[in-house]
């Protein structure tokens, strides 16, 4: 049995010294992975070690169920929830967001002139058959390619954070967006037709 396999019998046996050596065997890792994984807009808003330490908190109210299934079972546990940590801050951070949003509109009055110059119901069929036509071209494309196109075009992400996202270099990252976006194309044209 190695070190960490240790560690962790040690610490599910209530050993909180060893959970802690644990923990400080992947922390730096976990930071600079976090880090890299967040975007700009929530990394302004949000500091990497403090979703580090709510990561520490979510596996350490789960270690009881931690079963250790192999080499870097730890690491790979640990990396999970600290994935769901950011997703769900992401969300929040999107939810804040689209709340300061529509205050700001509704207290400028724009919500109201917007809803007096609304599409004709035409115009707004014609916009639904538009984003179904996108969704079922997204659908269709690689799911590689479908990443780096989203993350490129909803998330406003560079090529060097697709890349690191996608774990893949910058120069592979604009190849698949490129493709992507080549794809679509065409299957969008042929859905106008």
């Known amino acids: 049995m190695g070190e960490t396999e240790d560690l962790v019998a040690d610490a599910q046996g209530g050993d909180e010294e060893a959970y802690e050596a644990l923990f400080a065997r992947v922390a730096d ?3 600079l992975y976090l880090r890299l994984r967040m975007g700009a807009g929530l990394r302004r808003n949000l500091e990497p070690l403090d979703l580090v330490q709510d990561t520490y908190l979510a596996a350490h ?9 192999g080499e870097g ?3 790979r546990w640990l990396f999970q929830i600290a994935d769901n940590r950011l997703r769900d801050a992401a969300d929040r951070y999107r ?9 700001a509109l509704r207290d400028s009055g724009v919500l109201a002139r917007m809803r007096a ?19 079922e071209a997204l659908a269709r494309l690689e799911a590689r390619e479908r990443d780096a196109v989203l993350l490129r075009h909803f998330h406003q ?25 080549a794809k679509l194309g065409r299957a969008l044209r042929g859905s106008e037709r």
């Open 95 to 103: 939810a804040l967001k689209r709340q300061a949003l529509q205050g």
């Open 157 to 181: 992400e560079t090529f060097a954070a697709i890349a690191v996202q996608l774990g893949t270099s910058e120069a592979t990252a604009r190849r698949l967006v490129a493709r992507a976006q």
């Open 117 to 135: 110059d609304q599409a004709s119901p035409a115009t707004e069929s014609d916009l639904r058959d538009r984003a179904r036509a996108l969704s």
């Open 29 to 31: 890792r976990l930071l």
């Open 73 to 75: 079972a730890f690491s």
């Open 61 to 69: 109210r789960a270690f009881p169920g931690f079963e250790a299934r």
